[in-house]
């Protein structure tokens, strides 16, 4: 069973390996390649996953009920194969001397969101990125009843430089005992910032980023996409709905629709842009014990992987960002791509 | 004039540098290569850098006065060719709406550790990393008579991997009007430890792990070499000074003397057991204007970049390590270097 653990002095949580511990052999010096020929995400490979737990397959003939772990599926969810933690068990928190830790307990899945093996998320027709959001809230509702559960990260990496170790497009989603430290941060920040001013902060941003319009790269009726202010990275890229909500799983039918144009909109600009760069994707909601608030608005952070200034950053928590907001949220803003309706930008 | 801003949500500062800003073709597609041929760090090259800030002639024999920006140095401090900083100006700070910023002001030193193109800091002579480390110091000692400086970040990147784009082996200094946001969560942190408990959260872990053993690297007079307990990498090691002290710069010639041979081992035993590595090496010291507390316990923090898990790691905050620490420390411990001295373990 992997471990949780507590750094003592700024209270981050990691997840510590035990089982299937790395030697110092097993770092392979060599960048990883992202594996060619037989994938287990392509149809008719079902049985080389772990057994589905869910699956969308249209039936529009009303035939035979399909079967499952077979063919016919548009968007698919199975156990992460080497999955970081583990779903059976209980917490059992425990002191090791003046440290904390407990079980690594928790749920890893993939959300497999096309069979096209060649397909990315940004030359899915929206309304199949809609059923991989539906499929998102489905998984969200269904592990909330644990109450093991505090965290729900659904996070995609695309492309090997970002992490992404198939090439077939695919999501991640981890059910955690904890909340992760970025998400707490944001959480007593924006906290702190409604306690003082009794409004939220999100809604603060998106107000004066409306108003001024420079670092806002698109917008529908429900979203609004922005350069964030303070970016961390270049062309860092935020997906925000524009009216509060703390939920990512309260979204209505109307506001996933939106969403999944925002992001094929996105998608597409950032590929036309940056050359179809790889890239991190992470929902950032509220708590699963803490869904309806005033003070948190759950968004979407868009991180391609552009510059390679990693080690020393994470030393420091310390960021130099070679490209203004005002000039990604530009180029991409005028970025000219197929659309399918107009979208609109300050 | 770069600009810091801050997030309104978590309070992390950036900088953004606006003057030579990256449009989206300046994101080459490959991995930075490290510039072969010309080293403007070597002798005889002296005149490729921006003028000397100091260096260490050794003048032994007590001839004629060295010339600056000449050969002769052991160790040689520049400004840094392409600053994140500008050093010059006041910090203007300003509102834009919402958000707060102000003038990029700080400064930007390469410490240049050897005149050998060849040598690593692993490979230097235990005197001579003792004078790098002075060098540290005298800069510290220098930078923090400018009131406008809150921080001076000393650390290393080695290896294109890790960040550094030069191969001849240097550090870097930053001098900051703001703390960096790990810096300030250690901070914080360490103060409600402090708070609740009255003693120091670092001298509690060095008194657990050095009667544990189980997470110790090395031991000698003045310094300790531990795994962490929860680290976000493979083979994270700190180096702490076995004494409460909260700054770097307060340490005496014998305790220099003792990490020069203490940093220097951990080097060798990390180029035996991972094959020399790309790594990044942080000094986390207290903030200039505060350098004498309680609460705070200043350290080294040694990261070797073996894992590629970047990007979604950078939208939460929240690492998988795959390697216990407490294999991570025995990989070290056991391995044998050619040793200058006994070094005990526990």
Redesign the interface.
């Known amino acids: 069973m992997p ?1 949780l ?14 089982d ?5 052999t ?2 392979a ?1 060599e ?2 390649k992202i594996k060619g020929g037989f994938c287990p995400f392509c149809y008719g490979n079902e049985g080389k996953t772990p057994p589905e737990i869910q699956a969308y397959r249209p039936n529009p003939n009303g035939g035979p009920t399909p079967q499952r772990d077979t063919p016919g599926w548009t968007v698919r969810v199975v156990p992460n194969k080497f999955p ?1 933690l583990g779903i059976e068990g209980t917490l059992n928190r425990q002191a ?4 904390d830790k407990m079980n690594g307990v928790g749920a890893h899945e993939v959300v497999i969101e096309t069979p096209d093996h060649h397909a990315t998320l940004a030359m899915l027709p929206p309304k199949r990125i809609e059923d991989v959001l539906w499929t998102f809230r489905d998984r969200i509702l269904d592990l909330k009843k644990d109450r093991r559960f505090k965290y729900i ?1 659904i ?1 995609k ?1 695309h492309g090997e ?3 992404a170790s198939l090439e077939h497009s695919h999501s991640q989603l ?1 059910a ?1 005992p904890i909340i ?4 707490n ?2 959480l ?3 906290k702190q ?1 409604f306690t003082y001013k009794e409004r939220c ?2 809604c ?2 998106i107000h ?1 980023e409306s108003e ?1 319009g420079i670092r806002v790269v698109a917008e529908n009726e429900d979203f609004i996409t922005i350069a ?8 860092e890229t935020w997906i925000l709905p524009k009216q509060h909500e703390s939920a990512f799983e309260h979204s209505s039918s109307q506001m996933f629709e939106n969403l999944a144009r925002a992001i094929k909109l996105l998608l597409m600009k950032a590929d036309r ?3 179809n ?6 929902i ?1 909601s509220s708590p699963v014990q803490d869904p309806v608030n005033d003070y948190y608005h759950w968004h979407i ?1 868009f ?1 391609p ?8 950053e ?12 005002e ?1 990604s949220a530009k ?1 991409l803003r005028e970025a000219s791509v197929e659309e399918m309706s107009p979208v609109t930008a300050g």
Chains 1, 2 share one sequence.
């Open positions: 471990e653990r507590k750094d003592p002095i700024v209270g981050r949580w990691v997840i510590i390996s035990t299937r511990a790395k030697r110092p097993d770092f010096r960048e990883v970081a090791e001397g003046m440290f990260l996070f990496n430089a970002a992490g981890i955690l992760p430290i970025y998400v941060d944001e007593d920040g924006s910032y902060v999100f603060d941003i004066q001024a964030p202010f303070a970016p961390r990275f270049p062309f842009v940056l050359d760069p790889p890239y991190n994707l992470v950032h952070e991180m992987k552009l510059t390679k200034t990693a080690g020393f994470w030393g420091t928590g310390f960021y130099i960002n070679p490209t203004p907001p000039e180029f």
